[in-house]
C-alpha cells in the first residue's frame, strides 16, 4: 500500500495505529505522507487548550484516514528554566525541512517577566520562516454570541490579512538617556514593496479563490505619509490585476468605527502588523471572544504555523475552564492548509453545532470544562456525516 493509503501515526499520545485510507487529500502538501506536525503546547493554559486540539485531530484522522504525525516539542517556559534552552540550535532548519506544519498552544509565564523564551519561540518562527501571512478569520457562529443588536452570523463572517514580517513590530528603535527627564524613545515602522506587495497579493488571491467580492485595506496614509502611502499605491497597483474584485480603503479608525456599526460591509480585509493586531481582536469580540479565535501564520506552499491567540492566561492554568474552541479552530485552519478540507469543515461544523446548542465552556454560558468540551468535540467530528462552513 502506498504512504498515501496509510493513514493516522499519532506519537504524542503515544498512540500508533494504521487504518485503510478513506479520503484522498485535496492539495500538493498532502502527497508525500505521513505529514508531520511539530506540536509545541507552551505555557499557561496552552497545554490544556493544545490536548484537546489533538483530540480533535486526531478524531478528523481517524474518520478521513489522514496520515499523520503529530511530534510533541518540550519548548516552554519549564525547558527555558530547566535547561536555559529557548529554540535549539538549528531547530528553524529543522521546522523548515521536516514538518509540514507547527501547532502552537500559547506562550507566557510569569516566572520569565521579559518572555525572553516566548518571543525567541513565536517571533523567532515567524520571522525565521518568513511567515508573513497572519490569517484571521472573523466568523459568528451563533447569534447570541455577539455583542451588536440585531446581528446574526450572516453579518459577522469575514477575514482579515495581517502583515506579520514588517510594520511597527520589527524592533527598529531605541533609548537615549534611558531613565533621565531628558530621554527619548524612538520606534520605527518598517515596510518594504515587497512585503506590502505581497500580503495585499494574498488577500486578493484568497477572495478570488474563496469567491469573495471585496477586499477593504486599512491604512492612516492621511498622517503615515510615506510607509501607508507605499500600502495605498500598492493596493491600487495590485487591485488592477483582479478586474472581478471590488476595493475599498478605510482609514484604520473608520475601519473600526464601521466594523461595529456594519460588519457585514467586509469582507477580506488586509492591513499592517499593528493595525491587524488591533482589528483582530476587535473582530474576535464581533465573534463571540478570544476564545473563539483562530489563527494561522502563513507561508504559502511553506511551512506554516497555527495557533489560539488568546494568549496563556497563567491564573486560569490547571484549572480545567480554558476554552478550548480557539485551539480547535486553529486546527481547523491547520488541516485545511495541509491539503484535507473535508476534515477541516466537519471540525469547524462540529464547534459550530456546539456552540448552537449550548455545549461550551463557562464562558460562552455552558457548563462544560476543558477537556469535556474537547471529548464532545472530537465525538462530533468522528462521527459526523456532514460538515459544512465557508
Request: hydrophobic share 40%; charged share 25%; with cysteine.
Amino acid at each position: 500500500m502506498s504512504a498515501l493509503g496509510r493513514a493516522t501515526i499519532i506519537r504524542m499520545s503515544g498512540i500508533e495505529e494504521t487504518r485503510e485510507n478513506v479520503t484522498e487529500p485535496d492539495d500538493s502538501r498532502a502527497a508525500s505522507g505521513p505529514q508531520r506536525v511539530a506540536v509545541l503546547p507552551g505555557d499557561g493554559i496552552g497545554p490544556e487548550v493544545t490536548a484537546e486540539a489533538v483530540k480533535v485531530i486526531e478524531a478528523a484522522a481517524e474518520r478521513f484516514g489522514l496520515a499523520l504525525d503529530l511530534v510533541e516539542l518540550p519548548w516552554s517556559a519549564d525547558h527555558y528554566l530547566a535547561t536555559g534552552e529557548t529554540l535549539p540550535e538549528g531547530a528553524l532548519d529543522d521546522l523548515r525541512d521536516h514538518y509540514q506544519a507547527i501547532f502552537i498552544g500559547a506562550y507566557g509565564d510569569p516566572r520569565v517577566p521579559d518572555m525572553k523564551h516566548a518571543a525567541d519561540i513565536l517571533l523567532g518562527i515567524r520571522f525565521g520562516l518568513d511567515l508573513y501571512v497572519n490569517f484571521r478569520p472573523v466568523k459568528l457562529y451563533d447569534e447570541r454570541l455577539c455583542p451588536l443588536r440585531g446581528k446574526g452570523v450572516a453579518d459577522v463572517d469575514f477575514v482579515v490579512f495581517r502583515e506579520n514580517t514588517e510594520g511597527a513590530y520589527v524592533g527598529i528603535g531605541g533609548n537615549f538617556k534611558k531613565g533621565t527627564r531628558d530621554e527619548v524613545a524612538i520606534q520605527e515602522e518598517m515596510h518594504t514593496r515587497k512585503g506590502v506587495e505581497r500580503i495585499v497579493r494574498a488577500a486578493f488571491e484568497y477572495a478570488r479563490d474563496k469567491g469573495r467580492g471585496t477586499v477593504t485595506m486599512c491604512d492612516k496614509s492621511n498622517v503615515m505619509r510615506f510607509g501607508h502611502d507605499l500600502w495605498l499605491r500598492c493596493f491600487a497597483e495590485v487591485a488592477a490585476e483582479y478586474p472581478g474584485i471590488e476595493t475599498q480603503h478605510l482609514y484604520v479608525d473608520a475601519a473600526a468605527m464601521q466594523m461595529v456599526r456594519k460588519p457585514e460591509s467586509f469582507d477580506v480585509v488586509v492591513t499592517n502588523n499593528m493595525f491587524g493586531d488591533i482589528l483582530t481582536d476587535l473582530g474576535a469580540a464581533l465573534q463571540g471572544g478570544l476564545g473563539l479565535a483562530a489563527s494561522a501564520n502563513l507561508h504559502p506552499g511553506r511551512t506554516s504555523m497555527f495557533e489560539p491567540v488568546h494568549g496563556s492566561a497563567p491564573k486560569y492554568a490547571g484549572r480545567d475552564i480554558a476554552n478550548p474552541v480557539g485551539a480547535v479552530l486553529s486546527a481547523a485552519l491547520l488541516l485545511d492548509h495541509l491539503g484535507h478540507g473535508a476534515a477541516a469543515a466537519a471540525v469547524e461544523s462540529a464547534v459550530a453545532d456546539s456552540l448552537a446548542g449550548g455545549q461550551t465552556t463557562r464562558d460562552l454560558g455552558g457548563t462544560l470544562g476543558t477537556r469535556e468540551a474537547g471529548d464532545r468535540l472530537a465525538v462530533a467530528v468522528r462521527g459526523s456525516q456532514t460538515a459544512s462552513g465557508r
